[in-house]
């Protein structure tokens, strides 16, 4: 498989500048180098040839993962699911169409970082169908102003994405919603009105913080025993990647600290994930 045999040529301990530096060093292919190399891959299965057309792509990931940004996840990681639907596009792409690899390999790239994207950016998912999803990553530049949508805005934007106007509201209040502290820290030495003020919180009575205890015990007890099942890679990568009550690790960081590449341990860590799924009870 093109993906497990084809390493990209960035070492894991690189930073991620030094990363961008290099891959913006190689050269843009010209369209008869690019379908003769396409014919290789596609033809003999010529790995350097699927290598050079993923080299001299790699500045396009970069890009693509600029534009989303916004959204509070690792550049590095933004680049790394982009390069996993760019070899994507490299080993479907049929140079006999008359297409330029690049206008290809967008709809893989792009793919790749909407499904990371999803998967991280909250919680509560915000985006579960297909209309959901084109709503969520065009909505915000749809918007001609961050005020509320009018009506009429909503409409045209409906009109615009083929759904109702009911589904552009909801998306906008879901994306408009934003963590609220139960009590904030007010600088100009005014009293605030925060939730703490206004929430009930009758003391617990015997039987409800038994409840609470043995729910918390359970949980923790599930989730450690989730963690022993796993070898001391694997867990390490989960308690650097979810458990750290600091600064998560990067994919990249791991990578680097284990002297494999970052899509070794993406593949690691979601195998992990489903081993601790199945162990933890629901």
Avoid: C
Avoid at 111 to 130: F, M, P, Q
Avoid at 143 to 168: G, P
Avoid at 224 to 246: F, T
């Amino acid at each position: 498989m093109m993906n497990a045999a084809m390493t990209l040529p960035i070492p894991a301990a690189y930073s991620l500048d030094s990363y961008i530096q290099t891959v913006n060093r190689y050269p843009l292919l010209s369209q008869e180098d690019e379908q003769r190399l396409a014919r290789d891959w596609r033809d003999k299965q010529d790995l350097e040839a699927a290598r050079m057309l993923v080299l001299s792509h790699l500045r396009v990931v970069v890009s693509v993962a600029r534009h989303y940004l916004g959204y509070g996840l690792p550049h590095a990681d933004l680049i790394q699911e982009g390069n996993v639907g760019l070899m994507k596009a490299v080993k479907r792409f049929d140079p006999d169409r008359g297409v330029r690899l690049v206008s290809f390999a967008l709809h893989w790239i792009r793919a790749e970082i909407h499904e990371y994207v999803l998967r991280n950016w909250r919680l509560v998912k915000v985006a579960t169908t297909k209309s959901q999803r084109k709503l969520f990553f065009n909505l915000r530049s749809l918007k001609q102003s961050l005020a509320a949508l009018t009506l009429k805005e909503a409409d045209a934007v409906a009109k615009e994405l083929n759904v109702s106007r009911a589904d552009v509201l909801e998306m906008e209040t879901r994306l408009s919603g934003h963590d609220l502290s139960i009590d904030p820290t007010i600088d100009d030495g005014e009293e605030g009105y925060s939730p703490i003020a206004y929430l009930a919180s009758p003391d617990e009575n015997p039987a409800q913080k038994l409840e609470r205890e043995q729910t918390e015990r359970l949980r923790h007890t599930g989730l450690a025993a989730a963690l022993d099942n796993l070898d001391a890679r694997s867990r390490r990568i989960i308690e650097a990647r979810w458990l750290n009550e600091g600064e998560s690790a990067t994919l990249h960081d791991l990578a680097a600290e284990y002297g494999v590449s970052a899509e070794r341990i993406r593949q690691i860590e979601a195998r992990a994930m489903q081993k601790m799924r199945a162990a933890i009870p629901a």
